[in-house]
């Protein structure tokens, strides 16, 4: 056994999250070692991204260039064969006013390449990037993590000490545990078979970069368009499937997109593609949870090792670098003495947790557009026919106690206060069809909520703080004796704190 270092923070992980925290603290002039068990680029899911990760984070990074270079299909949002609307309605970014212009685009990346673009930037920003190491467990003394036991390439076994370890390793996460344990969600018990198409279809115009989603009686499927031909092609199905459609991927598969007619059609000249990284029919379930908490002395939880929630509308890799974002601020606050530990992770924690729990009800309330009586996928996900405890247990725990936020708590009052918000974003929905639905309407309404309204707009502000090239004066504190970022993005201040200098 070796001893290595020395290190501020220890990473595991060279996902989103993980390079995005490690790149931010090293930016910060603190010293990263980022710990990586495959050797990339290696294949990922979660390839539809939003704004904010592209126009807020990677900007930030100083990635955006090669973002560009990459000629990622630009998004401009999703089409939804979703409510009882029988017609493909849209959902562009551009019309909302808070991410107009520019920065309305997003893009469908392949994760191969996206991930290394950003594994390989925190590596330039002087993170020690070491491929091919797996982290085994964390050290402790007491109740605080003091650094981590690791294996490199060779099988030699090594131990770092650091002020924290950050778990950036995915939904698989071992190390997780050490913080606390994970709560799944039962609504979103649902699970995932999805591979890769070379040929099929594309939406008309300047919508052909879009996310396409078509609800059918059994689950929903993703439609995301990689390329101009290869595309990637999921379908989201109840948890009880899963020993069918493992057992037998091929023929589930052909039998989910023959139930699907707009699929179907799409896919009508379209191959698998059956070699190389997007070769296999791959399958994900479990995939919806939060942990019950986000960090303990040490160490700190970033990405799925912290929390997801079902892909509909492709939040994962934006809360992963999100909750990047969050941590490197934390753990910079708390090296250089700025802030104790407890208020500055309590910070991390009460922001990640809200933007979790907005998800975690938006979602609810989409799933519950779908009506369709004869289909126990759709009937068992009905707000009002779920488990009331339970559900209110969890959306409880994961969004709304700890913020404050009593509108994340009230699944009862969902429906109530959609039909009496704010329609300020409800031009947020155009049709592609000419018939006008309550699926439209619906959307507006979710946009219009107070509390989806702040969340964009701390997106809006990730991104103008980036653009701006850092300090601004734009932010609030989220919560009433909380934290706002510091002039660099790179840490908290304290608004109430008195300022000092001339
Ligand atoms: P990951 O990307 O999983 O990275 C974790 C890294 O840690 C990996 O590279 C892994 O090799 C490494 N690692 C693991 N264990 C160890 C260890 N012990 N030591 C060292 N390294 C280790 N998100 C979207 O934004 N858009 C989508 O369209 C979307 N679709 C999805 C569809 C499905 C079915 C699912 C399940 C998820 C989807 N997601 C989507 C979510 C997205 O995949 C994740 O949220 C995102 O990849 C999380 O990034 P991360 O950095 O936390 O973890």
Redesign the pocket.
């Known amino acids: 056994m070796t001893q290595s270092g020395p290190y501020d923070v220890v990473v ?9 925290t490690a790149a931010l603290v090293a930016m910060a002039g603190h010293r990263v070692l980022l ?4 050797s ?1 680029p ?1 294949h ?7 704004p904010a ?1 592209i126009h807020g984070i990677c900007r930030f990074l100083g990635v955006s260039e090669e973002m560009e270079k990459a000629n990622f299909m630009p998004k401009r949002g999703g089409t939804f064969r979703w409510g009882s609307n029988p017609e493909p309605w849209n959902f562009l970014f551009a019309y909302s006013p808070l991410m107009s212009g520019p920065t309305s685009t997003a893009y ?1 990346v392949e ?1 191969m390449k996206f ?1 290394k673009i950003l594994l390989d930037n925190a590596r330039r920003l002087g993170v020690d990037v070491r491929e091919r ?4 467990a964390t050290l402790s003394e007491g109740d605080r993590v003091t650094g981590l036991r ?1 294996t490199d390439e060779d099988g030699r076994t090594h131990e770092t000490g650091a002020r924290y370890v950050v778990d ?8 997780a545990r050490t913080v606390g344990t994970r709560n799944y969600s039962d609504f979103f018990r649902n699970v ?1 078979l ?1 591979g890769y198409y070379e040929g099929g279809k594309r939406l008309p115009g300047p919508d052909a970069g879009n ?1 396409l989603c078509c609800a059918w009686d059994d689950g929903w499927f ?1 439609y ?1 368009p990689l390329t101009d031909t290869l595309t ?1 092609v ?1 379908a ?1 199905v109840n948890r009880s499937q899963v020993g069918t459609l493992s057992r037998d991927p091929e023929a589930a598969m052909a039998q989910f997109i023959e139930r699907a007619p707009m699929i179907k059609d799409y896919l009508k000249d379209a191959t698998r593609v059956t070699e190389g990284p997007y070769g296999e029919l791959r399958v ?2 479990d ?1 919806s949870y939060a942990m019950e908490r986000f960090w303990q002395p040490g160490m700190v939880l ?5 929390c ?1 929630v ?2 509909v509308f ?8 999100y ?2 974002l969050l941590a490197a601020r934390s753990i910079n606050s708390a090296l250089s003495g700025d802030l104790d530990e407890e208020r500055a992770f309590g910070e991390f924690e009460r922001r990640y947790r809200r933007e979790y729990g907005v998800f975690y009800e938006f979602l609810l309330a989409f799933y519950d557009m779908q009506h369709n009586e004869d289909s126990y996928f759709w009937q068992a996900r009905k707000v009002s026919r779920a488990e009331a405890t339970d559900l209110r247990a969890f959306v409880e725990l994961v969004g709304g106690v700890s913020s404050g936020e009593s509108a994340l708590m009230d699944l009862d009052g969902l429906k109530e206060r959609f039909g009496t918000s704010s329609r300020d974003l409800a031009d947020a929905v155009t049709r592609t069809g000419p018939a006008q639905s309550e699926s439209g309407e619906r959307m507006g309404e979710l946009f219009g909520t107070t509390v989806v309204t702040e969340v964009m707009q701390g997106m809006n502000e990730i991104q103008a703080r980036a653009s701006l090239g850092g300090a601004t004066t734009l932010e609030q504190p989220l919560f009433p004796d909380g934290l706002v970022a510091s002039p660099d993005g790179l840490g908290w201040a304290d608004p109430t704190a008195p300022t000092t200098g001339t």
């Open positions: 595991v992980g060279g996902g989103p999250g993980g390079s995005t710990l990586e068990k495959e990339f290696r990922q899911i979660g390839e539809s991204l939003l990760t469908q994760r991930d190491c797996t982290a085994v690791w950036a390793s995915g939904s698989n996460s071992r190390l995932a999805y996310i993703w995301i990637s999921g989201v994900r379930k995939y970033v990405g799925d090792a912290a997801f079902d892909p492709s939040t994962g890799v934006h809360l992963a670098t909750g990047g």
